[in-house]
């Protein structure tokens, strides 16, 4: 317990800290904005409204929260390797795997939360960005409500959200079939970002180069799950070709992979195929069990 109180308490004490959150919650904002702006009259599907809220900007390889989280986790690690607690005489091999996992356990929660602000500032900055034109699915359309919303709503005596007042338009854009989901995939997207951040630094023992590698794993990892989806036949998932936010730049600077067109079929690969499985969780696997092997062999952080 004490070395997560002296992580936490060194992670508020970084001005960066404070510094690195208001500038994601402000790119964020300000990014999903423009993109709500620039929708073109008509219904806003259930994945355009995803890539709205998580302002998945093409181009980039990751969402600015995600990349937010994964800067913090390692600065987090960096700072640890500038101005060490404790000499280096004085961290043993124990003592640094503790640090370590503290830094992972502290990370984790601050990502999520992370990820939830942007969510809730991305949502009242597209509801009010909006074309007068452009009208949300899931408010229009009682079928393209999600399950449980759907659910909650007859519960209370309602056909769908527009019997609602006006005020809580906001709502609609995260009520969608399927949007629940997306935004959950997100959120752990981000928390998964910033424990790469820290376990990137670790090994590299710099900030700069960490975040550098987490900035290469999603290409290199949405590529390499495509190459094998393709070797097997296997069309990419629905939800995951449609909603993942992430994949946006991707598409556009690795299109060859896919022959030209991705396929993508209702019956494809579930997000629970355990090859697809195996290959997002294998680069998180990799990276901790180096950092631990890395952590024997040296004397200090």
Not at 16 to 34: E, M, R
Not at 190 to 203: C, I, K, N, R
Not at 230 to 259: I, M
């Amino acid at each position: 317990m004490r070395v997560l109180a002296y992580e936490l308490r060194r992670l508020r004490g970084l001005r960066s800290t404070w510094l690195l959150l208001a500038a994601v919650l402000l790119c964020d904002a300000v990014v999903a904005a423009v993109l709500a702006g620039q929708r073109p009259e008509g219904p806003l599907p259930g994945p355009a409204g995803v890539r709205l809220l998580t302002a998945a900007f093409p181009l980039l390889p990751l969402p600015f929260a995600a990349l937010g989280a994964g800067l913090l986790g390692a600065l987090a690690y960096g700072h640890e390797v500038r101005f060490p607690g404790l000499p280096a005489s004085c961290v043993s091999y124990p003592r640094r795997v503790r640090l370590l996992v503290a830094k992972l356990l502290v990370i984790g929660p601050v990502a999520g939360l992370l990820a939830l602000a942007t969510l809730l500032v991305d949502t009242v900055a597209v509801h009010f960005a909006l074309p007068t034109g452009v009208t949300v699915a899931a408010w229009a359309d009682p079928s393209a409500l999600s399950g449980r919303v759907s659910g909650a709503l007859a519960s209370a005596g309602l056909s769908g959200l527009a019997d609602l007042p006006g005020a809580f338009g906001p709502v609609a854009l995260v009520a969608g079939h399927g949007v629940p989901g997306a935004l959950l995939a997100f959120v752990l997207l981000t928390v998964v970002a910033g424990w790469t951040g820290v376990l990137t630094a670790s090994l590299t023992r710099s900030a700069v180069a960490g975040v550098l590698v987490l900035c290469a794993l999603p290409p290199l990892l949405e590529s390499g799950v495509a190459l094998l989806l393709r070797q097997t036949g296997t069309p990419w998932p629905t939800r995951a070709a449609e909603l993942l936010p992430f994949q946006s730049g991707v598409e556009w600077a690795y299109g060859w992979v896919y022959g030209g067109d991705r396929r993508v079929a209702p019956g494809g690969a579930a997000l629970t195929d355990p090859a697809l499985l195996a290959a997002v969780a294998a680069p998180a696997a990799v990276l901790l069990v180096a950092a631990l092997v890395v952590q024997a062999r040296r004397r200090a952080l």
